[in-house]
């Protein structure tokens, strides 16, 4: 399984391949750094089926686990509230790649797995 985290401007694209399907989660550029920044400090270590709060600067987001995937929730400047999935395998490749990346440790983007 591959999977690619890349930025396009005000957007970061976590690119991935599920059931022989190609995807894409795109995430703003806040949100992520934020989500990151969570990754890092513990928030999601253990992460089961009770909401999970993550904050960092503006954003806000929560995260469970149900079934085999991630759901994570995040509100954005204007009020709205988005929601993601990613399966768990794909969750677990990308927060590896978040606590071990060194060269780009702002926004970790890059190859995550392959």
Do not use: K, N
């Amino acid at each position: 399984m591959d999977t690619m985290v890349v930025r396009d401007g005000e957007l970061v694209t976590v690119r991935y391949t599920s059931a022989g399907v190609d995807r894409g989660l795109r995430i703003p550029r806040t949100a992520w750094t934020a989500l990151v920044a969570a990754v890092r400090a513990g928030t999601f270590d253990g992460l089961g089926e009770r909401w999970v709060r993550w904050v960092a600067g503006p954003a806000i987001g929560f995260a469970c686990l149900s079934g085999r995937q991630v759901h994570l929730l995040h509100g954005d400047g204007d009020g709205l509230t988005r929601e993601y999935r990613l399966p768990v395998s794909i969750w677990t490749s990308v927060t590896a790649a978040v606590r071990g990346d060194l060269e780009h440790r702002q926004d970790c983007v890059g190859h995550v797995s392959g």
